[in-house]
T-cell receptor, first 116, second 113 residues
Framework: GENVEQHPSTLSVQEGDSAVIKCTYSDSASNYFPWYKQELGKRPQLIIDIRSNVGEKKDQRIAVTLNKTAKHFSLHITETQPEDSAVYFCAASGLAGGTSYGKLTFGQGTILTVHP | DTAVSQTPKYLVTQMGNDKSIKCEQNLGHDTMYWYKQDSKKFLKIMFSYNNKELIINETVPNRFSPKSPDKAHLNLHINSLELGDSAVYFC????????????FGPGTRLTVT
C-alpha cells in the first residue's frame, strides 16, 4: 500500500519568513495530493491540493509543487503569520486495494509555529 | 448549516464498555469515512462507505463495526473498549472516489479509563 513520509515533524519560523514542508510517497499510481491544516482542537481542513497532471499550484501565500518522477511534493508558505501556526498534513490518494476507489494516506504531520 | 456533524463530542468510558459515535453530513456526498487520530496526531483511515456500501476496511479490530443506514449517515460502534482505543475519531465525507476534498467533522474525543 501507499506510504507517505513527511518532514520536518516540527518547524519554527519568525513571522514573515517562509516555511517549507516536504513529503514523499511510495505508490506511483497515486494521483491526488492534498494538504490539510489542523488548528489545535479543530478538524483538519483542506488548504490546497494538486493533481498528478500539474507540477505546481499557487493560492495567495500558499503553493504546492509536485515531482512525480521523484515521488515527492512540497508545501510552501510565504510571509508567514502567527495564524498559520497549526499542524499541517500532506496526503496522497491511491487506489484502495482491489477497488477502483481512492484512499487517502496521510503523512505524520508537521507542527508549524510562527513566532510574532 | 453544519456540513459534517458528529455526536458526541466527548466520550469518557470504562474498559469493556460498548459505545457508539454518530455522524451525519448534509453536503449530499456519496462517500463517508472514519479516521482515527492518535495521541501523536497521526491520522489513519479506518473505514469508507460509498452509497451505504463498505469499500475500505483497514486492518481494524472487529470490535469496531461501522454502519451506514443511508448515504448521509455513518455510525461507528465499538465493543469491549480497550485503553488503546483512546483517540480522536473523525468522520469525513466527499463526493466521488477520494480524488477530491474530504470534509471532516469536528471529531469525537474518546477516553477509555
Amino acid at each position: 500500500g501507499e506510504n507517505v513520509e513527511q518532514h520536518p515533524s516540527t518547524l519554527s519560523v519568525q513571522e514573515g519568513d517562509s516555511a517549507v514542508i516536504k513529503c514523499t510517497y511510495s505508490d506511483s499510481a497515486s494521483n491526488y495530493f492534498p494538504w490539510y491544516k489542523q488548528e489545535l482542537g479543530k478538524r483538519p481542513q483542506l488548504i490546497i491540493d494538486i493533481r498528478s497532471n500539474v507540477g505546481e499550484k499557487k493560492d495567495q501565500r500558499i503553493a504546492v509543487t509536485l515531482n512525480k518522477t521523484a515521488k515527492h511534493f512540497s508545501l510552501h508558505i510565504t510571509e508567514t503569520q502567527p495564524e498559520d501556526s497549526a499542524v499541517y498534513f500532506c496526503a496522497a490518494s491511491g487506489l484502495a486495494g482491489g477497488t477502483s476507489y481512492g484512499k487517502l494516506t496521510f503523512g505524520q504531520g508537521t507542527i508549524l509555529t510562527v513566532h510574532p | 448549516d453544519t456540513a459534517v456533524s458528529q455526536t458526541p463530542k466527548y466520550l469518557v468510558t470504562q474498559m469493556g464498555n460498548d459505545k457508539s459515535i454518530k455522524c451525519e453530513q448534509n453536503l449530499g456526498h456519496d462517500t463517508m469515512y472514519w479516521y482515527k487520530q492518535d495521541s501523536k496526531k497521526f491520522l489513519k483511515i479506518m473505514f469508507s462507505y460509498n452509497n451505504k456500501e463498505l469499500i475500505i476496511n483497514e486492518t481494524v479490530p472487529n470490535r469496531f463495526s461501522p454502519k451506514s443506514p443511508d448515504k448521509a449517515h455513518l455510525n461507528l460502534h465499538i465493543n469491549s473498549l480497550e485503553l488503546g482505543d483512546s483517540a480522536v475519531y473523525f468522520c469525513a465525507s466527499s463526493q466521488g472516489r477520494a480524488w477530491g476534498e474530504q470534509y471532516f467533522g469536528p471529531g469525537t474525543r474518546l477516553t477509555v479509563t
